[in-house]
């Protein structure tokens, strides 16, 4: 009996040892620093329209920006990326591919309207838009560190017991 109870003791201390809470902590905030991201690009795509229509408004030049504009945004926006895909290089490759091609576009349509900066409402849109890049990097910045706690996490030991016998953990894809 006694023989028993120092074994349960033994078997509960070396499970709580193993990372059972402390995995999916981590991945759980990696998720929820992965759903900031998401918010930021979906912010930026959606002050896009009002861009657009801005700068339509104030000339019908440079239309082929426009449309590129609304191509990078329409593409971009397709991509998705769920938090079953974070440790799919490919998909999260991709998804970073489609939101660089909106600030690329972004780019080019600010140095193609420089007479519209003293406009009032493209400069607030074009600040809300840079206020908004800034943001996506800090949620980038915050889902990398994320990332890298988890990854660690389930690679270091006891918690990798748990991450590999009780949750099969793999390791979540960082931006580059």
């Known amino acids: 009996m006694k023989l028993r109870l ?12 193993c990372g059972l809470n402390s995995v999916p902590t ?9 759903a900031e991201v998401q918010n930021q ?50 998909k999260v490759q991709a998804f970073d591919r489609a939101q660089n091609a909106v600030t ?12 519209l900066k003293s406009q009032g409402n ?18 980038r910045r915050d889902y990398n560190e994320a990332v890298q706690g988890y990854n660690t996490t389930i690679r270091t030991f006891p918690d990798a017991i748990g991450a590999k016998i009780f949750y099969g953990a793999k390791p979540m894809i960082p931006f580059q």
Not at 26 to 34: D, G, L, T
Not at 122 to 139: D, K, P, S
Request: hydrophobic share 50%; net charge negative; glycine share 2%.
């Open 6 to 17: 120092v074994a349960a003791m033994a078997a509960a201390a070396l499970l709580s040892a």
């Open 26 to 34: 981590a991945e759980e905030a990696a998720k929820a620093k992965w």
């Open 41 to 90: 690009y979906q912010r930026r795509a959606d002050l896009i329209p009002n861009l657009v229509s801005t700068v339509r408004a104030a000339g019908a030049q440079e239309k082929s920006i426009l449309v590129e504009v609304t191509q990078a945004r329409a593409a971009a926006t397709q991509v998705r990326v769920s938090d079953a895909d974070l440790t799919d290089p490919a």
């Open 104 to 115: 690329m576009t972004l780019q080019r349509l600010q140095e193609a309207y420089p007479e």
């Open 122 to 139: 493209y400069a607030t849109l074009m600040t809300q838009l840079e206020g908004t890049e800034n943001r996506i990097g800090i949620a």
